[in-house]
């Protein structure tokens, strides 16, 4: 894919009780991208409405981030896939610049750093989370990244063969991990984090928070693989 041939790129929106936040973040992806909106067994009409809007809706009965998230992958088409969530908190239009890095063999891997925008827009204890989480990424890495926010870009065969098997809270951490094992150039860029529409699934609770270390310390322990696997055309 060129540098100006971004066109064909598919957006996996983990999805679970979001019609609130579905219209402001279906209307912000970029023109000629695919929203794939992975219904992860709402009950508020969620895929329904995604489909309204134009999205393609694929269904996940198994309830997890990671479930989710793979679906999603597993569905995409095209050469280059991003990961985003579907809470408002992330704004989708901001994409292009992560998937450009990508696209033109600067980064193998682009992750969004999480920059709070107003009160209440990352808790306290989500953030704690996540400072603990990235220390114990570097010390099994080596890698010194800030954040491990859900907003990402890669290609979509080399994501395939990092063979991802966390289906919960871990599945991000997984991907990184697997990604630094072998030997991608992961970077991050700033991007803007918003108070989510609706509540939190996964780290809007100091218990929700501890249920997510605790999956990505489970995935830190994993040994590597023995058959590391390149991203290749990078």
């Not at 992975?38 to 997890?64: F, I, K, M, Q, Y």
């Not at 491990?148 to 990184?176: C, F, I, K, N």
Request: aromatic residues 4%.
């Amino acid at each position: 894919m060129s540098a100006s041939n971004t066109a064909t790129v598919d957006v996996v929106l983990p999805c679970l009780d979001e019609a609130r936040a579905l219209p402001w973040v279906l209307e912000r992806i970029p023109p000629g991208w695919r929203a794939i909106v992975v219904d992860n067994g709402s009950g508020d009409g969620s895929g329904d409405l995604a489909r309204d809007l134009g999205a393609t809706v694929v269904e996940e009965p198994r309830r997890g981030f990671g479930a989710a998230c793979h679906t999603g992958l597993m569905a995409a088409r095209s050469e280059i896939v991003c990961f985003c969530d579907c809470d408002a908190s992330l704004d989708p239009g901001l994409l292009p610049a992560l998937v450009r890095e990508v696209a033109e063999g600067r980064a193998d891997l682009m992750l969004g750093r999480r920059r709070p925008q107003g009160h209440g827009a990352w808790p306290l204890h989500a953030r704690a989370g996540n400072l603990v989480l990235a220390g114990m990424l570097r010390r099994r890495t080596g890698l010194r990244l800030r954040d491990l926010g859900p907003m990402r870009a890669a290609r979509r065969e080399a994501l395939l063969g990092l063979d991802l098997t966390d289906r919960r809270s871990g599945y991000p951490l997984q991907m990184v991990v697997r990604a630094a094992d072998a030997g991608w150039r992961i970077r991050e860029t700033d991007v803007p984090y918003r108070p989510r529409t609706g509540k939190s699934k996964v780290t809007g609770t100091w218990r929700g928070t501890w249920h997510t270390v605790h999956d990505m310390r489970a995935v830190l322990a994993q040994p590597p693989l023995t058959k590391t696997r390149e991203a290749g055309g990078l």
